[in-house]
């Protein structure tokens, strides 16, 4: 029994000396080609270090991205440039094609304009030259008349005939006169109008209050409802004390 016993703390004795292949094995590991023992690491700053390494992947692949990002944002400002760029080069090319529709219309309202002007400075002319055509084509009749009776005056030894023949060219002229708006002003009450009479000579009288015409001189006319010639009369104004 003590030799059994004996065997079997030599072999506990043993195995306790002798190491497992479990720990055998992280020294063999550990060690290098030289048989030196490598810097241990432990698990919590292995941890940590991949731990870095992936956060600065991350930082350099955002960082990647915001400069791609960048990038196609500039791409995109340069095309939105670029088509601002367009739209004002056509902006201006219609503007400039306006401004050349309005320098035409401009110089054509400025030749219209110029040529109304002569237009109307010849008609105007024009006017002042014929514009009594018409009235003296019906004064021809009456220089026709008064020819007639200047011939007939120095064959005839009765005056009556020339006289009628005056009368006759007198009444045409007044009818003529007329045709045009002239009428001749009528005295009436013999009341002095400065609007219508001009005094020629006044004379004064005990028997006027106020003054009056005593004669006419020379006969006044009125176109339509304007004056045309003053009647030339001799007036009659009440006598001073």
Same mark, same amino acid.
């Given at each position: 029994?003590?030799?059994? @016993?004996?065997?079997?703390?030599?072999?506990?004795?043993?195995? /306790?000396?002798?190491?497992?292949?479990?720990?055998?094995?992280?020294?063999?590991?550990?060690?290098?080609?030289?048989?030196?023992?490598?810097? @241990?690491? /432990?698990?919590?700053?292995?941890?940590?270090?991949?731990? *870095?390494?992936?956060?600065?992947?991350?930082?350099?692949? &955002?960082?990647?991205? &915001? !400069?791609?990002? *960048?990038?196609?944002?500039?791409? @995109?400002?340069?095309?939105?440039?670029?088509?601002?760029?367009?739209?004002?080069?056509?902006?201006?090319?219609?503007?400039?094609? *306006?401004?050349? %529709?309005?320098?035409?219309?401009?110089?054509? !309202?400025?030749?219209?304009?110029?040529?109304?002007?002569?237009?109307?400075? $010849?008609?105007?002319?024009?006017?002042?030259?014929? =514009?009594? !055509?018409?009235?003296?084509?019906?004064?021809?009749?009456?220089?026709?008349?008064?020819?007639? !009776?200047?011939? /007939? =005056?120095?064959?005839?030894?009765?005056?009556?005939?020339?006289?009628?023949?005056?009368?006759?060219?007198? $009444?045409?002229?007044?009818?003529?006169?007329?045709?045009?708006?002239?009428?001749?002003? %009528?005295?009436?009450?013999?009341?002095?109008?400065?609007?219508?009479?001009? &005094?020629?000579?006044?004379?004064?009288?005990?028997?006027? *209050?106020?003054?009056?015409?005593?004669?006419?001189?020379?006969?006044?006319?009125?176109?339509?409802?304007?004056?045309?010639?003053?009647?030339?009369?001799?007036?009659?104004?009440?006598? @001073?004390?």
């Amino acid at each position: 029994m003590s030799d059994i @016993k004996n065997k079997r703390d030599v072999q506990e004795g043993k195995q /306790s000396e002798s190491p497992s292949p479990l720990e055998e094995k992280p020294e063999l590991e550990n060690q290098n080609s030289q048989g030196e023992i490598p810097f @241990k690491v /432990s698990e919590q700053e292995e941890i940590e270090y991949i731990q *870095t390494e992936m956060e600065e992947k991350e930082e350099s692949c &955002a960082g990647e991205t &915001a !400069a791609r990002e *960048t990038e196609s944002g500039m791409e @995109k400002l340069i095309e939105q440039l670029k088509s601002e760029i367009k739209q004002k080069e056509e902006e201006i090319s219609r503007l400039k094609e *306006t401004l050349e %529709e309005l320098r035409d219309k401009f110089l054509r !309202a400025v030749a219209e304009a110029e040529n109304v002007r002569k237009r109307t400075e $010849r008609e105007k002319e024009e006017f002042y030259q014929y =514009a009594l !055509a018409d009235l003296l084509r019906d004064l021809l009749p009456v220089v026709d008349n008064f020819e007639r !009776a200047l011939k /007939s =005056a120095g064959d005839e030894a009765n005056g009556k005939t020339f006289r009628e023949g005056v009368e006759l060219i007198y $009444r045409m002229m007044l009818n003529l006169l007329k045709k045009y708006g002239v009428r001749p002003i %009528e005295i009436q009450d013999r009341k002095f109008d400065p609007n219508l009479h001009q &005094a020629l000579a006044s004379e004064e009288s005990t028997e006027v *209050t106020e003054p009056e015409i005593k004669e006419e001189l020379q006969k006044g006319y009125l176109i339509h409802n304007r004056l045309l010639r003053p009647s030339m009369v001799k007036v009659l104004i009440p006598k @001073k004390n």
